[in-house]
Every structure is written in C-alpha cells, then in structure tokens.
C-alpha cells in the first residue's frame, strides 16, 4: 500500500498543472490508480474548438512539438491522426483561428478526454483595440526587450541588430541634432528666404548638415521609424508624432521623449532608446497601403501607417511566426509579408502637406518599392524581405527547455541579427554577381566587368541616398606600377579616395535645392535626383577598360576588380566624423602572361 501510494504521488508531481511565464498550460490528470502504466493515447484524437459565439470553422489544430496539424469543419470539430499520437506521453493540442489567441490542452493516456469526451479547445479573442498607453512588458526584475530575453535566444541577436540601434546609431544622431559624433554643433542654417539658404560661414567650423540645424523648433518625423516606442502616442495623430502644430500638440502626447514641437527620435531613456524594440515588432497587425500606388501613404511613415494592438495594461498580446505556442500568443501570417517592412522603407521628404495629404515631394528610399517592382515580389517564385534578411536559424529551439521551450525541426525560427551591412561581410559578398574578363590587344590591355543584381530584391545600394558602391578596376606591370586608363569610365570626385580611379560608381545622387550642393545629403529639404545609376535586380550592368603598355613591356600584368560599399560619401563621413570601414563586396585578381 505505502509503495502503490508514493507511485501514486510521483505521478501527479509529473502531470501536475504548469505555470510558464505566467501562462497556465491547462493539463487533464490521468486517472493514474485506474490505468496504472499501461495507459496509453489512442492513435486518433478528436475534439472540437469553440469560441464565445460557438463552434469555429476553419481553425488550425496542432499536436505541439509536431507538423500534425488538421483544420475544424463547419461544426468546428476535428480529428487529429498519425504523428505524436498512440504513445505513453502526455500531449499538449493547440487550436489557433484569425483574430484569437492561441488556446491549448493537454492530454495524458488514460484519461476522460482520450476515452469518450473528447478535446475542447474555447479560443479567446485578441485585444481588438490599440492602447496607445501601454506600459511595455517587464518580466523578472527586466523592462523592454531585456525582457524578452530572460527566455528567448533572439534578445541576443536583435542587440547585433541594426533596428536595435536606430536611435543610437551615431551617423542618424549626428545627422540629425547637426553634430560630429563628438557633439560638436554645426552652424544654424540662415534662411534667406523659404527655398534658399546661405552657405556655411567658411570662417567656422562645419560639421555637415543636420535637421535640427535647419528646424530647431520641430523634431520631423524621424521617430516614427527611428524610435517608434518614445511616446505613448496614437499612431493616427501624426501632428503629435510631427509636431506640425508644434506647441498645440503638445498635451496631446504625454510622453517621455516627446519635445514641444514633435516626438524626438534621440535622448530618450528606458525603452524610447531601444529604437525599434522586439515588443513593438510583435504587436502589429498590418499597414496602410495606398491602392493606388501600393505603397505605404506618404505623409503617413513608420509607426503613422503601423496598425498596432497593444493590450490594455496588466495584460499581455505577443504575436509572431509559430502557430502552436502555449502563451498569451497568437500567430500572426502578416510577419511573413513584406508589406509588414514597408512603413520604414519607403520616405517621401520635400512634399507639401495640404488637408492631411502630402504633395509632391522626391521619393528619397524606397527598398519596398523596388521589392515590389521586381521579379523578387512574385508570389510564387520570389522572395519576401524576411526570407532574405531574417534566414532560417538551424536550431529546435526559440525558448531553451529550462524556460518551457518546446523542440520543432519543421517551423523556421527567423534571425533577428537581420543580415546586411552592419552584420554579415557573407551576406553582402554574395548580394551580387561580378564577372571580369581581361585579354591583350596589340599595346592595350582590355578589361570589361560585368556586374549583375542578381542576388538581391531591391536596388545595391538601397535606402539612405549617402550610400554607394564602387567598382574599382586596376591594372599594375611587373614593377608593380599601374597602367594608364586609354579609354573607359572613371570614378566621380564624390568617391573621394578612390576619385580618378578606372571604375564606375552606383550610387543615387540628389541635389539640394536650396544650396545647389550634390551630392547632397541633407534629404529632409526640396531635392532634385540628378543621376540613379545604382543596381536594379537583374539589370545587366557592363564597363569596358583599356590600359596602355608600357613600350618596354615583358613581365605579366595583375589585373585587379574590387567592388566595395561605402555607408555614406566621404566627404560627409569626415565632416561628421564617421569611422565606418568600407565594406567589400567582391575582389579578385588575375594574372596576365605576355
């Protein structure tokens, strides 16, 4: 009897109820004196899923940790077959439907639900409204998306995250406060009239341009992609977010890092400083998009055409990519859109905003349009923004088992380092194809290169219109010398230390309108795009050489082909005092035998 009893005991510790970060995972105990060991799941599970209004048609059933999944009929009832079921062990069965929460049960062999009752699964309906005055998530003693890392593996990698940075970084604070990384400010602009300003006084130091130099007394809109979670704001009161009104909207918004005159993007503490935090990420539930030109509205960027759902305080909404969680989750199909990049990759600037619609202007980055444009938005054979910049991560795991995790080989757990310039020397030497070929020709040497996007969605460079990419092609003799360029492009004096160099450059060139300066960065004011000569997807791009011999010629020529990416002009870099390295994208060298 004493024996019987302490088995009796050791089960009930084992199928016990289960807290795991404060969500209740709902177990049926077995009737353990009844069924004894042998108890074991039938090969088949049925139930049905219910919500408040009655059965759901339509709802994605799972057996957690497995493929299994099924889909309710018009009763709302299912049966689940094959995979995880007829063991020993316990299951747990999730249910999912759009617009609810994910529910889930648990079902040990043995008990009343395998036998004759059957699984019911009641989803409850995610928060269908946004509570702009949300206080975001704190877990263990942590706030903002330190939070999120108490559990998840992917806290780590959005740290290596350029969004991780966006109010940080200091090219975008420089840019904006009109400093050198040093904080050494720039001179005021001096308005001469609306559309035409002076230059700078050569007499003073100068540390480029910088919004807050022209508008000391608004903040922009920078922060609606740069700092989205500063301030406890409607996303639809973009006066708020703008500050247009500037004091008028300033009781309107009751937030840190909000300025009289707009949410500012830099100086915020807590959370305002994580720029785009992983909970903000993971409460939206779709966009605005234009139906006319299928992108995001103009007037409308970052988090202003961002439809969130934050939850009342004191409760939690997490969506994401897995459809057999068991937390306060909900699987959200938007995640794997590309639409879900668009309000951040698309910027109108130098428009006129009349009645709430914003005229005219110069499209100044537009990765999401030209996504969409090329063959890489082909639902069929393309690829969405996430597939490319957040690759399936080779692990079973996004929660380690001590914290609840549970094992799938069949999902894909995105990388949030979000692969690019700043996290993968892999990833941007392998974005596009260069082919050189180099032969003789009586007294030249004749090079051509061929160099093809066929490896990336978007234009190379894309967005901020500093960046650039440069090839560069050299011919040294056997002397190491170089050899004269007869004939052929070479690189613009923009491209500083590789100016006069044989090469082309790809870059998107503005002019300011108000200085006539190109190529100009300061893109917050009327510009004019003079050249885009960058690389479109599958857009064949092919530059000829010829190098002159040398009379004497005997010894073989090294012909050398680099193709290098620069984060923004030089001149611009020096003035502001940015260290970024160059970045190569492709280099090779071959050797020419007389």
């Known amino acids: 009897m004493g024996a019987g009893l302490g088995a009796f005991q050791f089960r009930l510790l084992r199928w016990s109820v289960g807290i795991v970060c404060g969500a ?22 049925s139930g049905r899923v219910v919500d408040a209004s009655g059965p759901v048609a339509d709802a994605l059933v799972q057996l957690q940790g497995t493929p299994n999944q099924v889909r309710t009929d018009a009763a ?15 299951v747990t069965v999730t249910a999912w439907a759009a617009d609810h929460f994910i529910a889930w049960t648990t079902v040990v062999p043995g008990s009343a639900a395998t036998a004759t009752a059957g699984v019911e ?9 946004d509570n702009h005055q949300y206080t975001w998530f704190k877990f263990e003693g942590n706030s903002g998306s330190a939070s999120c890392g108490v559990c998840h ?10 969004h991780s940075q966006s109010a940080v970084n200091p090219r975008f604070v420089s840019m904006f406060r009109g400093t050198d990384v040093h904080g050494r400010k720039g001179q005021l602009t001096q308005f001469v009239s609306e559309t035409k300003v002076l230059p700078p006084d050569p007499a003073l130091p100068h540390y480029g341009p910088g919004f807050r130099l022209d508008n000391p007394d608004t903040a922009g809109t920078c922060a609606a992609c740069h700092a989205p979670v500063a301030a406890r704001v409607e996303t639809t009161n973009s006066c708020s977010w703008s500050g247009c009104h500037k004091s008028l909207t300033a009781e309107k918004a009751a937030t ?9 993007p830099v100086g915020n ?3 305002g400083e994580e720029g785009v935090a992983c909970e903000f990420c993971h409460v939206i539930v779709g966009s605005t998009i234009d139906p006319r030109t299928g992108l995001p509205p103009p007037d409308q960027p970052g988090i202003m055409s961002l439809h969130l759902r934050r939850p009342p305080d004191g409760e939690k909404q997490f969506l994401g990519t897995i459809t057999d969680a068991s937390r306060e989750v909900s699987y959200q199909p938007f995640f794997k859109e590309s639409q879900y990049c668009a309000s951040c990759h698309f910027g109108v600037f130098g428009g006129v905003v ?7 202007g110069t499209v100044i980055y537009n990765s999401f349009g030209e996504w969409k444009d090329s063959p890489y938005s082909d639902p069929q054979t393309g690829k969405t923004c996430q597939q490319c910049h957040m690759a399936a991560k080779d692990t079973l795991y996004s929660v380690p088992p001590d914290r609840g995790g549970i094992a799938r080989d069949y999902v894909t757990y995105h990388d949030h ?18 082919t050189p070929t180099a032969a003789l020709d009586g007294t030249a040497l004749r090079v051509r290169v061929d160099v093809m996007n066929d490896r990336t969605g978007h234009a190379v460079p894309t967005d901020a219109p500093m960046r650039s990419v440069m090839l560069v092609v050299e011919v040294r003799d056997a002397a190491g010398e170089l050899l004269v360029l007869r004939d052929g492009p070479s690189l613009p004096e923009w491209t500083g230390d590789q100016a006069g160099k044989p090469g082309r450059a790809f870059a998107r060139i503005l002019k300011d309108n108000w200085t006539g300066e190109a190529p100009a960065s300061a893109f917050w004011r009327a510009t004019t795009v003079l050249e885009d000569t960058r690389l479109f997807p599958f857009q064949a791009n092919r530059s000829e050489y010829v190098f002159a011999l040398p009379e004497s010629h005997r010894g073989s020529l090294q012909v050398s082909v680099r193709l290098i990416y620069r984060r923004a002009f030089q001149a611009l870099a020096q003035q502001k005092g940015w260290n970024d390295p160059d970045i190569m994208m492709y280099e090779s060298t071959e050797e020419i035998k007389p």
């Open 24 to 45: 209740a995972v709902v177990v049926v105990l077995a009737a353990c004196a009844q069924f004894g060991d042998r108890g074991r799941l039938p090969s088949s599970l």
């Open 269 to 271: 503490v807590g959370i």
């Open 417 to 434: 380092t979000m692969l690019g310039p700043s996290t993968s020397a892999a990833f941007m030497w392998s974005a596009v194809s260069v």
């Open 256 to 264: 840190q890092g909000y300025h009289i005159g707009g949410v500012l």
């Open 121 to 129: 699964l009641t989803l409850r309906p995610l928060f269908d409204r």
């Open 76 to 90: 709302g009832r299912f049966t689940l077959h094959g995979q995880g079921l007829g063991g020993s062990q316990a």
């Open 354 to 360: 009349s009645n709430m619609k914003m005229t005219g």
């Open 153 to 162: 593996r992917e806290y780590k990698e959005w740290q290596a995250d350029p």
